[in-house]
């Protein structure tokens, strides 16, 4: 009964995969407007290690707009319809929490928006911190520069090795930390995170072994 239970997960686990590539590759691919079109270049796919880590290249894209960052106390002044400015006389955070699935392998992290200052600088911080508010690490810090002046700003970031996410130990987010309203002409529009979702045999597991 034990052997036959095993196999109808087994067989259940199959369907599912076979189903969700199907779904996948028949599924049209959201681009960014800075991005290459696939098929200008073509899209490379990969496969890579990183100790018992493993994942195929299928990478995905996960969008954070300014509209959905916390200012808490902070007046936010939205422009157009996902841009942010800061509302205040003093410079201020504003904070969104990053929800990717257990195990995903986090590789680069990307943030844009407007600079039209040559004095002041918008800056995105990607940490990670422990259930008990402990500080585990800022991977990452990005800044739109003071010497860029009157366009877009694109600012990207490799992870090299990349992230394991831990939602068992970390949770993980990010930190804008927007310019006051004095030097203001500083916007923030976007923050993209690449990463790999582990593999669907990799949460399946346990209940194998059951």
Same mark, same amino acid.
């Given at each position: 009964?034990?052997?036959?239970?095993?196999?109808?997960?087994?067989?259940?686990?199959?369907?599912?995969?076979?189903?969700?590539?199907?779904?996948?590759?028949?599924?049209?691919?959201?681009?960014?407007?800075?991005?290459?079109?696939?098929?200008?270049?073509?899209?490379?796919?990969?496969?890579? $290690? &990183?100790?018992?880590?493993?994942?195929? !290249? /299928? %990478?995905?894209?996960?969008?954070?707009?300014?509209?959905? +960052?916390?200012?808490?106390?902070?007046?936010?002044?939205?422009?157009?319809?996902?841009?942010?400015?800061?509302?205040?006389?003093?410079?201020?955070?504003?904070?969104?929490?990053?929800?990717?699935?257990?195990?995903?392998?986090?590789?680069?992290?990307?943030?844009?928006?407007?600079?039209?200052?040559?004095?002041?600088?918008?800056?995105?911080?990607?940490? $990670? &911190?422990?259930?008990?508010?402990?500080? !585990? /690490? %800022?991977?990452?810090?990005?800044?739109?520069?003071?010497? +860029?002046?009157?366009?877009?700003?694109?600012?990207?970031?490799?992870?090299?090795?990349?992230?394991?996410?831990?939602?068992?130990?970390?949770?993980?987010?990010?930190?804008?930390?927007?310019?006051?309203?004095?030097?203001?002409?500083?916007?923030?529009?976007?923050?993209?995170?690449?990463?790999?979702?582990?593999?669907?045999?990799?949460?399946?597991?346990?209940?194998?072994?059951?």
């Amino acid at each position: 009964m034990v052997k036959q239970s095993r196999i109808n997960i087994i067989v259940c686990i199959v369907s599912v995969c076979t189903l969700l590539g199907l779904t996948s590759f028949f599924a049209p691919k959201a681009v960014r407007a800075d991005e290459v079109l696939p098929g200008s270049e073509g899209i490379e796919a990969r496969k890579m $290690e &990183s100790g018992n880590v493993q994942w195929d !290249g /299928r %990478t995905q894209v996960m969008s954070y707009g300014g509209g959905g +960052f916390n200012s808490f106390n902070a007046a936010v002044y939205p422009i157009g319809d996902n841009c942010i400015m800061n509302g205040e006389a003093e410079t201020k955070p504003a904070f969104h929490n990053v929800n990717l699935p257990n195990g995903s392998v986090i590789s680069s992290i990307d943030f844009s928006g407007h600079d039209y200052s040559d004095i002041s600088e918008m800056k995105l911080e990607f940490i $990670e &911190s422990k259930f008990d508010g402990v500080i !585990g /690490r %800022t991977w990452a810090v990005l800044n739109s520069n003071i010497d +860029f002046d009157g366009g877009v700003y694109v600012r990207s970031m490799p992870f090299d090795p990349p992230i394991v996410v831990d939602n068992l130990v970390y949770n993980y987010v990010l930190k804008l930390t927007m310019p006051r309203l004095t030097e203001q002409n500083v916007l923030f529009c976007q923050a993209t995170i690449s990463y790999n979702p582990p593999s669907i045999f990799a949460q399946a597991l346990p209940l194998i072994r059951k």
